[in-house]
């Protein structure tokens, strides 16, 4: 598997073993990464679910790393067999990783957003009891 432009196969043909090229070894250390980062964000997802505040991100975490995990399970379908639809699959699973993420990122800024507006609120309110 040198490329993408391999996808024409026949059904009975048998998939014969054909040493990786540097596509291959990459596409191959990607799909690993993706197992990695996808189990580390569900393992980040549940202690972060530990407090109810935290499920508020931590909750989207696991399922954004349960995502990239059968993404990254469906690029090695497409790797092995050659499948289209495991790629098409692969990478509408990958798309929908990065919509959570995304999603995350803004609460996330959102809420820092908010505490900071609250410490200066806070500050002002205290500088102002302070002062008289």
């Known amino acids: ?9 026949e059904e009975e043909s048998i998939p014969q073993s054909k040493p990786l090229g540097l ?3 990459l596409f191959t250390k990607m799909t ?3 197992k990695f980062v996808g189990m580390f964000t569900i ?3 549940v202690l972060t ?7 508020i991100i931590g909750v989207p ?3 954004a790393g349960l995502r990239i995990r059968e993404a990254s399970d469906e690029f090695n379908t497409f790797r092995l067999t050659n499948d289209s ?5 692969g990478f509408e699973l990958q798309g929908k990783y990065f919509n959570i993420q995304k999603i995350i990122i803004i609460v996330g800024l959102i809420l820092i957003a908010l505490y900071f507006i609250g410490i200066l609120i806070f500050g002002i309110s205290m500088y102002n009891s302070y002062s008289n």
């Open 49 to 55: 679910s530990l407090s109810i505040i935290g499920a």
């Open 43 to 45: 393992v980040y997802g």
């Open 85 to 89: 639809n495991a790629l098409r699959r």
């Open 23 to 25: 596509f291959g070894v």
């Open 61 to 63: 975490l696991i399922f």
């Open 32 to 34: 690993s990464d993706m």
């Open 1 to 9: 598997m040198e490329d993408f432009n391999e996808l024409h196969i």
